[in-house]
């Protein structure tokens, strides 16, 4: 990203923000991300306080075997115009899912897609597609990245196919290393877990949204 820093050493909230606006400036985000899970809880309060955005992650790695398999037939592998058909979807039901919002995503993970050697996979149910997951690979370490699903379509077993069809993609490439990144206070860590992966880390991540996120908008 041009708009996060990597923060690795002790500091104050105040002290981040104003190193954040002096090198970003130029720019109407800003973002932090703390690997130490210690200096993240000490600069959460203050940071949510001033109008951030606090988020926890877990980073996620494959270690064991998915408890169960998932349904057959609901998952493929789709060319790239046929996924962005369904993340257009998925991200337009977000708060955030403005058309020029929507457009600039899809511009940033088109642009992810060619760099990091990506391949698409969507769920289908009853002939709808309705999940999307993407596997970025660089030939030895694999993410799974992006899952979402259509509200009116979920607890039908889509996102699991999807990120399964992901992940066998990823195991017989014979990658040395798999991971996914979830939100550590939202429910699809809990299906991760389920696929195999185990938690390895917890790091924090603030961000100053830009205006057009609802987060940055005063009240009233």
Not at 192 to 219: C, M, N, S
Request: charged letters at 30%; glycine letters at 10%.
């Amino acid at each position: 990203m041009l708009n996060q820093l990597s923060v690795d050493a002790a500091t104050d909230a105040d002290g981040l923000i104003g190193a954040l606006d002096e090198l970003y400036a130029h720019l109407p985000h800003r973002r932090a991300f703390v690997e130490d899970p210690k200096v993240g809880e000490r600069l959460a309060r203050r940071l949510r306080d001033a109008g951030w955005l606090v988020e926890r992650d877990a980073f996620m790695v494959l270690r064991r075997d998915r408890d169960r398999a998932a349904q057959p037939g609901l998952a493929r592998e789709v060319d790239e115009a046929t996924i962005r058909a369904v993340e257009a979807q998925t991200i337009g039901e977000e708060p955030y899912g403005e058309p020029a919002i929507v457009e600039q995503l899809l511009a940033s993970r088109a642009a992810f897609g060619r760099a990091g050697g990506a391949r698409y996979f969507v769920a289908a149910s009853e002939g709808v597609d309705g999940c999307h997951t993407t596997l970025y690979s660089d030939g030895v370490v694999a993410q799974v990245e992006d899952v979402g699903t259509l509200r009116a379509l979920r607890r039908r077993g889509l996102a699991r196919a999807a990120c399964s069809a992901a992940l066998d993609a990823a195991i017989a490439a014979g990658h040395e290393l798999v991971f996914i990144v979830a939100d550590d206070e939202d429910w699809p860590k809990q299906l991760y877990a389920k696929l195999g992966f185990d938690v390895v880390g917890r790091p924090w991540a603030f961000t100053r949204p830009g205006a057009e996120h609802p987060a940055h908008k005063p009240a009233g």
